[in-house]
């Protein structure tokens, strides 16, 4: 292995400490410098590793040691950061959405072309053990013809444990923008691209209560959608209808199950990076636990990020750019489809990601 790939992060908010723990175990990654509107909560993140400077927003895009941006901003600062990272020549890696709007994220990626720097996204989840197993499955023909899938996420709301939850309501949030992703880009890899979707939406309070930290008690706004279902029509037929809710309380059913045509598949959380796969196949009875067969082993927020930035020049990363547009696409695409009451067709499209095989030091990209 070369050189480490030196990291630059700007927003150390909540989701960063998983981040640093990942790229300080990972050889092929060094965080060299961070940065945060609020300079004394990134000292405070960064406190536990050495050698790692707390610097503004425009001198961490101006340190020429700074290879790959992480961009751990809220969603609304997403497409300003990255394309600040770009306009300074560096390749970004952005937690998800890639952008509140698909024409903020459009713009990220036509001026990342232009420049010749590349655009990465999370969720790199689905890179783990749970959902690879699942779509090996799928591709060594365990099922059968894929024809349906189901993805359901429901909860009563972050505002019960983030201590600033503003965003997951406001435009890029809504648990579509915010849960969505893990669950589009998880069917995506396990059925392909989407061509057309139908959506249907309400929103049950038009104010929520902070649960935690210093601002506990106070009431945010809601301005998005809170209840979010929709179908999926896939390129290749298939068809996936989904649940995103935070106006519920719980759910016993199942993150995502596929069905084929001699079989079924749970998958499990695509939130998480493993998770048991139970497959039911025609003429047998029950379920049984599939055994781990594909992905990272040793998951952790940041793994994407290290794919991402080991992919060589030239090929698309799993986490790339097209793929987190596609899935942006798609989301907006049912909120669109749920304002207007008519079918919406998927103007972009991806490439399913390539699939990750069962060895740890498997970093780069499979054969083709
Ligand atoms: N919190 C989670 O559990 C979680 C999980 C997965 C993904 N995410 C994603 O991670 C991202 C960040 O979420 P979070 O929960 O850490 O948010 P957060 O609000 O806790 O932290 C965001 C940080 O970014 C900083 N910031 C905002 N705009 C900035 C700008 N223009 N320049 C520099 N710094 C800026 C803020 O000061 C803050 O410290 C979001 O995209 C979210 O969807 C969060």
Not at 192 to 210: C, F, H, L, Q, W
Not at 298 to 316: C, M, N, S
Not at 361 to 366: E, L, M, R
Request: charged share 20%; proline share 8%; with cysteine.
């Amino acid at each position: 292995m070369g050189q480490p790939v030196n990291i630059g992060v700007v927003g150390c908010g909540a989701i960063s400490a998983q981040y640093f723990q990942t790229i300080d175990r990972l050889p092929q990654l060094r965080l060299v410098a961070v940065a945060d509107l609020d300079l004394d909560r990134a000292r405070e993140a960064v406190a536990p590793y050495a050698g790692v400077d707390v610097v503004s927003v425009a001198d961490l895009l101006a340190d020429p040691r700074v290879d790959v941006v992480l961009n751990l901003t809220i969603p609304a600062a997403h497409a300003e950061v990255a394309l600040q990272a770009i306009a300074a020549g560096k390749d970004v890696y952005c937690e998800k959405p890639l952008a509140a709007t698909a024409e903020d994220a459009g713009r990220m990626l036509r001026a990342a072309g232009a420049a010749g720097v590349r655009v990465g996204c999370a969720p790199d989840t689905v890179l783990g053990t749970g959902t690879q197993t699942a779509r090996k499955a799928i591709d060594d023909g365990l099922i059968g013809r894929p024809v349906a899938a189901t993805a359901t996420m429901l909860t009563p709301g972050h505002e019960r444990w983030h201590p600033n939850p503003d965003f997951y309501y406001v435009p890029g949030g809504g648990p579509l923008l915010d849960m969505g992703p893990y669950y589009i880009t998880s069917l995506v890899t396990l059925l392909g691209p989407v061509t057309t979707v139908i959506g249907a939406a309400s929103r049950m309070r038009v104010k929520r209560t902070i649960g935690s930290g210093p601002r506990r008690g106070e009431d945010i706004p809601v301005t998005v959608d809170t209840h979010v279902t929709g179908v999926l029509v896939h390129d290749s037929g298939a068809l996936s209808t989904l649940v995103m809710s935070f106006d519920g309380v719980a759910t016993k059913a199942p993150n995502i199950e596929v069905h084929g045509e001699t079989g079924s598949l749970v998958v499990p959380d695509p939130n998480r990076f493993d998770g048991s796969v139970q497959i039911s196949r025609l003429g047998e009875t029950g379920w049984h636990e599939l055994p781990v067969s594909a992905g990272y082993a040793e998951g952790g927020r940041g793994v994407g990020l290290a794919d991402f930035a080991t992919t060589p020049a030239g090929r698309e990363p799993r986490t790339g750019g097209s793929l987190a547009f596609h899935v942006l696409d798609v989301m907006e695409s049912l909120l669109a489809s749920a304002a207007s009451g008519a079918a919406v067709t998927i103007a972009s499209t991806c490439d399913r990601p390539e699939p990750v095989f069962l060895d740890p030091s498997d970093w780069q990209p499979g054969p083709s």
